[in-house]
T-cell receptor
Framework: AQSVAQPEDQVNVAEGNPLTVKCTYS??????LFWYVQYPNRGLQFLLK??????LVKGSYGFEAEFNKSQTSFHLKKPSALVSDSALYFC????????????FGSGTKLNVKP | KAGVTQTPRYLIKTRGQQVTLSCSPI?????VSWYQQTPGQGLQFLFE???????NKGNFPGRFSGRQFSNSRSEMNVSTLELGDSALYLC??????????????????FGNGTRLTVT
């Protein structure tokens, strides 16, 4: 069965410091992995996706994700956090190559303090 | 391009009533999915539609239903509302090829959701 796990409910980081939001996955076959961000009272906004063969994927707003096959991880990173990055972040995996069914992690709340 | 549009943004209903939520996908997107988001359960898949057919369904009771129209717009209906149905309902659309298969790394594009409160 496909699944993703986000081990941290909350991550706190000071503005200007690097941030990491963790995600591990369990899939059979090739992983189709994604990161989304959600601001209050809004829907999910696509940040980036895993591209087969790339260990470091760049996305929107300066975010990037590091794929590690041996650790089955797809951690979201940013070199320098902004207060405006404070939001809820979700890791997701496409369940099937044939259908649009995704499993989402439980979400990690990122707090960036000035 | 306009994004995914969901109406209404907010709804307040009482137990036992029914409700219909609407979703207009991004132009050209023919797959529409629905998700329920609650603080306790997170994001849970409800169902997915392509070519006016439901081809995938999550683990929800039959009170939850949906449909898709020929222009790809979709509606979901919840009958006999319960307090536990209070949630943010999110619609998402996606590109698919002629057979309905999504490109493997094609993301979902979400609307801003409908916040349903059942009292």
């Amino acid at each position: 069965a496909q699944s993703v796990a986000q081990p941290e409910d909350q991550v706190n980081v000071a503005e200007g410091n690097p941030l990491t939001v963790k995600c591990t996955y369990s899939v059979s076959g090739n992983p189709y992995l994604f990161w989304y961000v959600q601001y209050p009272n809004r829907g999910l906004q696509f940040l980036l996706k895993y591209i087969t063969g790339d260990n470091l994927v760049k996305g929107s707003y300066g975010f990037e994700a590091e794929f590690n096959k041996s650790q089955t991880s797809f951690h979201l990173k940013k070199p320098s956090a902004l207060v405006s990055d404070s939001a809820l972040y979700f890791c997701a995996v496409r369940v099937s190559a044939n259908f649009n069914k995704f499993y989402f992690g439980s979400g990690t709340k990122l707090n960036v303090k000035p | 391009k306009a994004g995914v549009t969901q109406t209404p943004r907010y709804l307040i209903k009482t137990r036992g009533q029914q409700v219909t939520l609407s979703c207009s996908p991004i132009s050209g997107h023919r797959s529409v999915s629905w998700y329920q988001q609650t603080p306790g359960q997170g994001l849970q898949f409800l169902f997915e539609y392509f070519s006016e057919t439901q081809r995938n369904k999550g683990n929800f009771p039959g009170r939850f239903s949906g449909r898709q129209f020929s222009n790809s717009r979709s509606e979901m209906n919840v009958s006999t509302l319960e307090l536990g149905d209070s949630a943010l309902y999110l619609c998402a659309s996606s590109l698919v090829d002629r057979s309905g298969q999504p490109p493997y790394n094609s993301p979902l594009h979400f609307g801003n959701g409908t916040r349903l409160t059942v009292t």
